[in-house]
Structures are given as C-alpha cells and as structure tokens.
C-alpha cells in the first residue's frame, strides 16, 4: 500500500455510508471548493466511467485545453485519482491538502469517510490550480456520492447503467437509474449512452424534474 493511501485509512473510516450532511460540512469548512472549480463535467453510470473520463481528457487536451480529472480508483499509487492541468498531484501537494481538510474535519465534527477526505481533498486543489477544464468521476450511484456537492456542472454525463452495488443502490434497474441520474442539475445538459428501457425512463422522469435538456445515444447521435 502506498503511503498516502496507508495515511487516509489510519486517519479516516473505511466504510460507505452514502450521505451529504459529513461533505457539505467539510466543503464549508474548507471554504466550498466545488463551487470554485472550472467548468465541470460530471460522470456517473455503471460501466464505462472511467473510460469516459479518458476519452473527453484526450479530446479536450487534443484542443489544447488544461484538464484535472478526479477518478477512482487508483491502479498503483494514489495520485493517480488526481490529476491537475493534466500532471498527476505531487506526493508533498497532496499531504499538505490533506492536512488541511483533515483540520478542516476537526473543526466541523464531520467524520468523514475516506473516499469523502479524497473528494473534498481533490476540490481543493482543482479550485487552487488553473484549468479549462474539471472531470469528475462519481464513486458509487449519484444521488449522495461526495462528488455530488457540485451544483453547477457544465454538463452532467451518464455511461451506460446495470445492476451493481445491490447493498446500496437496489436490486432493480429502475432503482439503480434513479440513483445516477442525480448528478442531472437544473438547466445543465446531460448526455447519455444508449440505456436499457427502464433506466431510459427513470433518466428522463428524472431531467424534466429539473428541467435539464438531454442529448441522448440513438436519438440525438450514433457513437458512444
């Protein structure tokens, strides 16, 4: 393990618990970092994420814009989650980060999770680095993933949707559906891959709720 990663888990819990109250407190005490960002795009979906990620980062850079992203997880080393104007954070950067949003827990009282101290770490140094650019990956469903305090994304991304993470986000797609398209914020596109019946309807139930304009997979164009 590597030590940034065996300093998040002696310090923080390791469980999930999918909830906003812990991250909106610390984003406040940390002075709301995720509404400091450059433009945003969201991603959220069960297959296919991170290789979203990848390909907008490719072809954004491609058209000289500088780029963070924010994925999870990690393959080798932790840094790779972070990425700012496209260089992975240095190791001094990110302990510094960290201590500041691990102060910033203390004075909050909000116990927050590990993958919420890597989220509300990760804002912190995208708002304080110049970029064109944010890519933010969701963790686990939407509603109440950490990465769900941003408000004002540019746009909202759903990859494709299946069953996954029965524990926390139900045993249907229907279920599952609604739980990604929370990232959908009012008046932000969302652009969707091609869905199963089901999670389709969920996702458009969920756009016209928040009056978010859809660009959709096999109706609006024919790759994905």
Known sequence: MDPISERLRARHPQRIDLSLGRM????????????????VIHVAGTNGKGSTVAFIRAI???????????????????????RLAGRLIEDSALNAILDRVEAAIDRSGAEATVFESTTAAA????????????????????????????????????????LDHAEFLGDSL?????????????GARG????????????????????????TVMGVDFDAW
């Open 24 to 39: 909106r407190l610390l984003c406040a005490a940390l002075g709301d970092p995720q509404d400091r960002l450059p433009p």
């Open 60 to 82: 954004a850079e491609a058209a000289g814009l500088r780029v963070h992203t924010y994925t999870s997880p990690h393959l080798v080393r932790f840094n790779e989650r972070i």
């Open 123 to 162: 804002f912190v140094a995208m708002s304080e680095t110049r970029a064109d650019l944010a890519l933010v990956e969701v963790g686990l469903g939407g509603v109440l993933d950490a990465t769900n305090v941003i408000s004002r994304p540019l746009l909202s991304v759903i990859a494709p949707v299946d």
């Open 174 to 186: 229907a279920g599952v559906a609604a739980e990604k398209a929370g990232v959908l914020k009012p």
């Open 191 to 214: 652009l969707i891959a091609r869905q199963p019946e089901a999670a389709m309807a969920v996702i458009e139930a969920a756009a016209r709720a928040v009056q978010a304009p859809l």
